[in-house]
Antibody, heavy 117, light 110 residues
Framework: EVQLLESGGGLVQPGGSLRLSCAAS????????MTWVRQAPGKGLEWVSG????????YYADSVKGRFTISRDNSKNTQYLQMNSLRVEDTALYYC??????????WGQGTLVTVSS | QSALTQPPSASGSPGQSVTISCTGT?????????VSWYQQHPGKAPKLMIS???KRPSGVPDRFSGSKSGNTASLTVSGLQAEDEADYYC??????????FGGGTKLTVL
């Protein structure tokens, strides 16, 4: 069974930085593209970023381009999301998920990022 | 990267069928057969229900089906059950390896 476990969320001031991690188990990690999706409180889902299995190709939503960086360490079965220049509107539950083009399955339980002064 | 359009709410009685639409453009829904549907219960992570327009992952009841015509995709839930009450989101590949979601539809089982 594939399991994804996010960590690294927390409270940060506007303009600050945070790094999220997603540890994966139960799969050949390097064979799969991975994705970050976020959900602001009481709002819908928003795709944030994706990365190829090898890690050499990355993709970003316009809303985070230039501020967020996705990466992965296939030796540790872990992907990351480095978030810089955080804004109040980045406040959300951040989900890690397996896949990209063909759909996201499964999803982790999410890690909460709160940007507030 | 504009969001796909879904009705905010839908409803049906147990045993009935309900269809949720998801409208995009020729740059996303209409341009690729990469539409997915997700079910999200309150406080839970989303769950993939349909991928590639109409494919059901293992374990998803065959009461759930997907289709697409032009720039609009649809999710149909047949034989509604109480546990189907949830939020449903569509998503589509949108080129340049980006993905766009719909705004979500709250399905109520009356």
């Amino acid at each position: 069974e594939v399991q994804l476990l996010e960590s690294g969320g927390g409270l940060v001031q506007p303009g600050g930085s945070l790094r999220l991690s997603c540890a994966a188990s139960g799969l050949t990690f390097s064979s799969h593209a991975m994705t970050w999706v976020r959900q602001a409180p009481g709002k819908g889902l928003e795709w944030v970023s994706g990365i190829s299995g090898s890690g050499d190709i990355t993709y970003y939503a316009d809303s985070v381009k230039g501020r967020f960086t996705i990466s992965r360490d296939n030796s540790k079965n872990t992907q990351y999301l480095q978030m810089n220049s955080l804004r109040v509107e980045d406040t959300a539950l951040y989900y890690c998920a397996k896949g990209l083009r063909l759909g996201f399955d499964p999803w982790g339980q999410g890690t909460l990022v709160t940007v507030s002064s | 990267q504009s969001a796909l359009t879904q009705p905010p709410s839908a409803s049906g009685s147990p045993g009935q069928s309900v269809t949720i639409s998801c409208t995009g453009t020729s740059s996303d829904v209409g341009g690729y057969n990469y539409v997915s549907w997700y079910q999200q219960h309150p406080g839970k992570a989303p769950k993939l229900m349909i991928s590639e327009v109409s494919k059901r992952p293992s374990g998803v009841p065959d009461r759930f089906s997907g289709s697409k015509s032009g720039n609009t995709a649809s999710l149909t839930v047949s034989g509604l059950q109480a546990e189907d009450e949830a939020d449903y989101y569509c998503s589509s590949f949108a080129g340049s390896n980006t993905v766009v979601f719909g705004g979500g539809t709250k399905l109520t089982v009356l």
